[in-house]
Structure formats: C-alpha cells, structure tokens
C-alpha cells in the first residue's frame, strides 16, 4: 500500500475542464464497424496465429495484434466525426471471455497494443484537428455473472468467483494504463456485483501505481422493467456504485435512446457526478441489425441534453462516424448537465433503492 494517496492522472485535468465547459462526445461502436470491414478468419489470425487450435474470426480484440491497422482507422473515424472520448478496443479483453478462444496469455499484450493503438490515433487527431483527443480503457462486463447461477438446477452454483473477477479486471486495468489511456470505462454492466469487482481492482490498480485514473461507469438497463439484468433499478445501482467517485455514471446498450428516457432522467436527478448515455441505434431488428438513422439518434440525445440531463454522449450496438457526426452536430451548443448538490442522507440499496435522511 502507498504511503501517500495515489496522484490524478496527467491528462485528467484537462478532461475535467473539457466536461466543464461542454457535453463531450463520445465515440460509437467499434464491433459494427469492424463488421463493416468483412474481415475473414486469415485477417484475425494473421501470420502469428495461423495454427491456433481455435476459431478466432469475431475475436475482435485480437485484432489490436494481427489488425492494428483497422483498429487505428476506426479510432480515426470517429475523432474526425467529432468524438472527443474513444474506448479501447478491449470489450472482451480479459482472461475469462478470452477463455472461449483459448487465448488468454495474450490479455496484458492485447491491452497494451490496443491502449497504444488508441494513444497514438488521439495525438495524431489532436495534432490534426488542433483540440484534445481523450482514450478510454474499456472493460467489459465479462461473459459470467457473479451474483446469479447458470444452472437452474443449482441455485447456488457460480460460474465465477469475485476474486475471479478482480484477477482478471486487475491484469486487464494494468496493462491498459501502461499503454497510456487517459480514463477507465467500466461498461455495459448487467451485473452490479461484476461491477465491483472491476472497482476493487481498479484501487488496487491505483495503490499499486500511486496514480489514480478517472473511473467512468456505464449500466444495462435490459427492458422495459428498469432494471438490470441481476435485478436492480437504476437508483439501486447508482447507491451501489457511488462510493467509487465515478468521473461520470450512464447507461449504453441494450435499448434504444428513446427506451432509455426514463431511467437516464431518474439518473441524471440522482449522480452527483457527470452522467452519460450511449444508446444502441434503436432496437435490433429481425436480422439483428439496427435501423435507426444517425437522424434519428441525434434528434433523441438532442433532446436529452435539451433536458439537461447529458455530460457524456455517444453511441453504442449500430452506431457509425455517420452517427456521432450527427449527434455532436445536434448538442453543440448545448450546455452540459449541471449536477445537483450532495445530498446528506443515508443510501442504501438492494434490488431497490432507499434513501434516508
């Protein structure tokens, strides 16, 4: 344990100020654009992995190792649609999704490639465009959950341990600040304990380092009941989360901006923090794709910051440069959402939230 607190980070300052002065933009998917690309099994393999023992295509973090390329210009698209905020390429970037491919040996190296990839397409942008570009660790939620069985036989059964998580989350965080992001982003949560276990091992990221990194954090609201998929509301979450003085707090995926507004207004009266929403391009359709236009979600988070409910925004499932040129062009000008002042009451939180004063 360090003797001292661990320091903020270089860079955020400047992100700080950023949020001050205006709603940041967020980019949009990066799986709909590598699918864009038809990228075949040789390109994930490349010359490195040609005899792997496992299908690899749809791998996507892989790509940061035998594809860099592909990556970087899709970093680059989005900085030149107006995107401020890139995430790694690393949703699935850690030793348990990695486990389905058999290549998590490759999950520090694939951190610090896709953590350098995203650094040096934001300088170049910020050296091109003449503003700060900004890179986000991604961490994903993993594909097991802690808090609920997969097995409806065995009710007590996990498929995963917290301390699991934490080893996992751990190894993923180092290797992403090695390669120099300027926040971590833990999304697409379903599952809340999940979620801290990706917030212990970010502190202990940060006692290691003695340098603390924003932490941004990004819930699943799963359908129309409101909650996650382990059950809680957005206010329960919200209690559950709060003690890790999150740089901002949202909601992506899932749904469509338009099914998110209830629940981001709830949050946006709750967070004491920033707050950010990066909806899907609509709900999937029949063949799994997504309709909305980049119209159609720049006229939904348009109104959303018109509200003042936005800080961060973006886009994720559909979204393309197309998509975030429209939503950046839709809230400049826009103030950013003013947080409310603390609250001194007790908040407490289970599957529902409880407030006490």
Known sequence: MPSTPPTLSASTAALQELLARRIVILDGAMGTMIQERQLTEADFRGTRFATHSHDLRGNNDLLC??????????????????????????????????ADYRTESLVAEMNLAAAQIARRAADHAAARLGRPCFVAGALGPTNRTASMSPDVNRPDFRAVTFDGLVAAYLEQA????????????????????????AIFALERLFDETSVRLPVMISVTITDASGRTLSGQTIGAFYHSIRHARPLSVGINCALGGAQMRPYLEE??????????????????????GYDETPADMARVLGEFAAQGWLNVVGGCCGSTPAHIAAITAAVRGTAPRRRPAPLAALRLSGLEALTAP
Request: hydrophobic letters at 50%.
């Open 65 to 98: 190792l035998t594809r860099p390329d592909v990556i970087e210009s899709i970093h680059a698209a989005y900085f030149d649609a107006g995107a401020d905020l890139v995430e790694t390429n690393t949703f699935n970037a850690n030793a348990i999704s990695q």
């Open 267 to 288: 949050l946006a009266g709750l967070a004491e923090c920033h707050v950010s929403c990066y909806p899907n391009a609509g709900l999937p359709n029949a063949f799994g």
């Open 174 to 197: 180092r290797a992403l600040a090695a390669g120099g992001v300027d926040a971590l982003l833990v999304e697409t949560i379903f599952d809340t304990l999940n979620a801290k276990a």
